[in-house]
Nanobody, 123 residues
């Protein structure tokens, strides 16, 4: 069974940095797309950044120039380096994996989500 486990969240002051990690496991051969989403209290979940297996990235406008997404395909792990954090970045951050293929060659027909990690930026 595919599982995503996030780590690296926490409390940081305005202007500080955090690095989130998300490791996928469960008989995975490959993952096409991995990404980070966030959800603040009372708001909808929104895309922060995404990356393909080939390294093509996509960022939300509100994090361009501050956040960097990367991945290690051999480890099925995606990272989010967050710099120059602002109070409005406070949210639960979720990892997402799409286009997952198992070692037997079977493609899974659903996305997978991690449990979320809290990021709090104090002013």
């Amino acid at each position: 069974q595919v599982q995503l486990v996030e780590s690296g969240g926490g409390l940081v002051q305005t202007g500080g940095s955090l690095r989130l990690s998300c490791a996928a496991s469960g008989g995975i051969f490959s993952i096409a797309d991995m990404g980070w989403y966030r959800q603040a209290p009372g708001k909808q979940r929104e895309l922060v950044a995404a990356i393909t297996s080939g390294g093509k990235t996509n960022y939300a406008d509100f994090v361009k120039g501050r956040f960097t997404i990367s991945r290690d395909n051999a480890k099925n792990t995606v990272y989010l380096q967050m710099n120059s954090l602002k109070p409005e970045d406070t949210a639960v951050y979720f990892c997402n994996a799409a286009g997952v293929v198992s070692w037997s060659g079977r493609p899974y027909d659903r996305d997978y989500w991690g449990q979320g990690t809290q990021v709090t930026v104090s002013s």
